[in-house]
């Protein structure tokens, strides 16, 4: 096969190259619109010749070139360097030498057109070709101007998503190995006295694994499989612990239908139980779950040594307080108190609306 019998292949235009020829566009048709404007204000009433046409036209010609020169030349190498006044003494300077030089055109070419031109040079010409020029640069400079800004905007605001979206996969991953190292001793422990029931700790364990792994990398999940994850983790955490250690979970509310980040409650889970089961004096565990239309509350409870001050930190504590600080802005309350040996932890959280 020959290369002028292969296919030629399509083309596809960039979004940005598409854009651009959008702007273009947009820019011409409205110099078009201008143009004709000017045109009909100045000559609608009488009759169309080449002349009139010509002087409309070369008129729109300097303004386009006062417009783009302030847009491409002046803007970027003064403005947007801060030299203000710099950029106030090239705006006047680069008018003044169009209105002189554009003076000669009128006066020569198009007088017959402009009957008040008695003379070459006037102190009111020169002013009003000053006074037009500053509109455009005006109109040029305050377009950049605003047209830079919302870029710039744009552009932070993509910055700061892609930045967000960094930080939170950071965070989830330093929960997750965390969350799997203390599995996983859990596990060893069992196997090290061959228990028994430590096959069906390891199919625990994979269902958690498959939760974090797959289900968990979703913005938000099913708050049912949230708590399923979380049972999971309490019937793998019983397998070491003794009979008569008392582990509650209370549910009260419809999970049906409700949405939230993943793990989030999951950690506080995890923090009662490595550090709930410290005293000989032990009230076990209670975590109580009660779930409204619009919000869920989740309280934890358990004994803490009473030899052992609490800071309330911790690796997942405060990668906890930072994920509700980014995805759950001023739509959360987490709380920790200590109290005689005993302490509580509690989240408020308001659901995010979901579209429908």
Sequence with gaps: ??????????????????????TVALHVAAWVLFGTWVFYFLYGNSALSFGKVMD???????????FYFNWYVLISRYLARNRIFLYIAAVLTTLIAIAVLRAPLDFYFFREYNREMTQLYSSERI????????????????????GNYIRNERRNKELETQKLTAELAFLKSQVNPHFLFNTLNNIYSLAYKQHPETPDAIM??????????????DALVSLEKEVDHIRNFIALQ?????????????IDGNLEGKQIAPM???????????HGLVSKNEIGIILNLVVHDDALLFSTINNTSQHKKRDFGGIGLENLKR??????????ELTFAEKEGTFYATLKLYFKPTNR
Excluded at 132 to 140: E, H, N, Q, R, T
Excluded at 204 to 217: T, V, W
Aim: aromatic share 8%; charged share 20%; net charge positive.
């Design 238 to 250: 019983k397998l070491r612990l003794r009979e008569q250690t008392s582990i509650k979970f209370n």
């Design 204 to 217: 625990k364990l994979s269902l958690l694994m498959r939760y974090m792994l797959y289900e968990s990398n």
């Design 264 to 274: 989030l409650l999951m950690t506080l889970v995890e923090n009662a139980f490595k």
């Design 323 to 332: 994920r509700l600080n980014l995805l759950y802005d001023k739509r959360h």
């Design 56 to 66: 409309v036209l070369v008129g729109l010609l300097i303004n386009i070139f006062i």
């Design 127 to 146: 002013l009003q070709y000053i006074m037009g020029g500053l509109v455009l640069i005006f109109i040029s400079s305050a377009l950049k101007v605003t």
């Design 1 to 22: 096969m020959s290369l002028k019998s292969l296919p030629k292949p399509m083309i596809v235009l960039p979004e940005m190259a598409v854009k651009k020829r959008y």
